[in-house]
């Protein structure tokens, strides 16, 4: 698995929030990022993605499998 495996949310942020980015990763507890701009955004949770598996690997922590969606046509 690597973090490209991953689905990733990202939604704007309110002025209010500092503006912005915020993305998040639902299959993996916690793990969020934000920036300035979308692909500062998803940059940076990509790194953390990575974080994230190395460290719930070297805690021995089960990791999620990615979640799939499904395609109807």
């Not at 002025?15 to 940076?44: H, I, K, R």
């Not at 922590?61 to 395609?71: G, V």
Request: a negative charge; glycine letters at 6%; proline letters at 8%.
């Amino acid at each position: 698995m690597s973090e490209h495996d991953y689905r990733i949310h990202i939604e704007p942020l309110s002025e209010e929030d500092g503006g912005g980015f915020v993305a998040f990763v639902p299959d993996l507890p916690g793990c969020m990022s934000d920036g300035e701009t979308e692909q500062e955004a998803l940059s940076n949770v990509l790194e953390a993605i990575s974080d994230w598996l190395d460290c719930a690997k070297s805690m021995k922590r089960p990791i999620p499998e990615p979640t799939r969606e499904l395609m109807y046509a």
